[in-house]
């Protein structure tokens, strides 16, 4: 994030984000989308209501003055709790339809550096070329649509292409649903169709006993799961707690739990087999699996495999591994407190 290039944009530039913050960062970013709408490049941003609270409304309406349209997923009434509580959690950068990046960084200052501090944050995020590019074009539209009534299509935001790298993508895309999600879908296929390897790297891992028992059936079946989790340094101390709940099956199980020491891990990434890999803004808890919009990518291509695989096995060296005895050292409180987030947690 040292630099932000604002040269390539020629016709759109499409945005949409769950966290948008105050500091550095923030503000190099609205300069780079006021500076690019100011050429005369279409920009349109998605922020969702509740994860971009902080915005300072300076940034907006620079933004705004420059000429980006700028449209906020589902504000809050009185009267529609329910719609608000389904929210977008996509991170998506379109540009030109022809290069996307997604995953989980937000814009805060938390995402600057390199998870060389406790304030600053270890993510992982990827870059898109290819037919591919257009699948997150198609999310962003569907955020766009819901928040201003515009449909923007046509070629000049899906442009047609010929070109296509090695990998082998499939783009998730997921909306708040009674039944089961397609971000929960591709979850369970992937711990499913696991035979050697399993590593899960999760910011806000609260499975549900189903999945439990997945990722212990697969340990069982001699896959080699591992679960890396934030450690001390967790911004959402009561998700931290509803995850504990989970734990002590998943050992018993013989899946491994890693506590990220660090810093706040905020990664969403899944690697099975050394072949296949899942990143986007899916979290393993019920609200990316019911209630929020999500998008992330399952990619086919064994270089790319291993590059998380070295990133997960780097991260491992800052982690702690949990054992039955962690579990046992907790006060009466402690258990009391992980029971009540964990009624909780689809809200949390």
């Known amino acids: 994030m040292r630099s932000l290039s604002t040269r390539m944009e020629r016709r759109s530039v499409h945005f949409s984000t769950f966290i948008y913050g105050a500091g550095e960062i923030p503000t190099r970013f609205a300069e780079a989308f006021a500076a690019t709408a100011k050429r005369g490049v279409e920009v349109r941003v998605v922020l969702d209501r509740r994860g971009c609270k902080k915005i300072p409304r300076n940034l907006l309406a620079s933004m705004r003055e420059a000429g980006c349209k700028v ?49 600053h944050w270890r993510d992982s995020h990827v870059r898109i070329r290819g037919p ?147 990143i986007g803004s899916i979290n393993f808890d019920p609200r990316s699996f019911a209630l929020n919009a999500e998008f992330g990518i399952v990619t086919l291509d064994a270089l790319l495999a291993g590059r998380f695989e070295d990133a997960f096995s780097n991260d491992l060296r800052s982690a702690r591994r949990v054992v039955a005895s962690d579990l046992g050292c907790l006060s009466i409180g402690d258990k009391i407190l992980d029971v009540l987030c964990y009624w909780i947690r689809a809200q949390l």
């Open 71 to 119: 449209a906020w997923f589902r504000g809050i009434r009185w009267y529609n709790w329910a719609r608000y509580n389904h929210r977008t959690h996509r991170k998506l950068l379109v540009v030109d339809g022809e290069v996307a990046f997604t995953g989980g960084v937000g814009i805060a200052d938390q995402w600057d550096g390199n998870a060389d501090a406790p304030n």
């Open 132 to 278: 591919a590019v257009l699948a997150v074009q198609a999310a962003f539209v569907d955020n766009w649509n819901e928040a201003t009534g515009e449909l923007p299509v046509g070629g000049s935001y899906f442009p047609l292409t010929n070109s296509a790298g090695e990998s082998v993508v499939c783009a998730v895309q997921s909306n708040p649903v009674n039944a089961t999600s397609a971000a929960q879908r591709s979850m369970a296929v992937l711990i499913a169709g696991a035979t050697r390897r399993l590593w899960i790297t999760n910011a806000y891992f609260v499975p549900s006993p189903p999945f439990v028992q997945a990722l212990c059936a697969a340990k069982a079946r001699g896959v080699d799961v591992k679960v890396l989790l934030p450690g001390r340094y967790q911004n959402q101390p009561a998700v931290g707690r509803a995850s504990r709940r989970t734990w002590q099956k998943l050992l018993a199980g013989g899946v491994e739990i890693y506590a990220y020491e660090a810093t706040m891990i905020h990664a969403k990434t899944v690697v099975v087999d050394s072949v296949v890999s899942s």
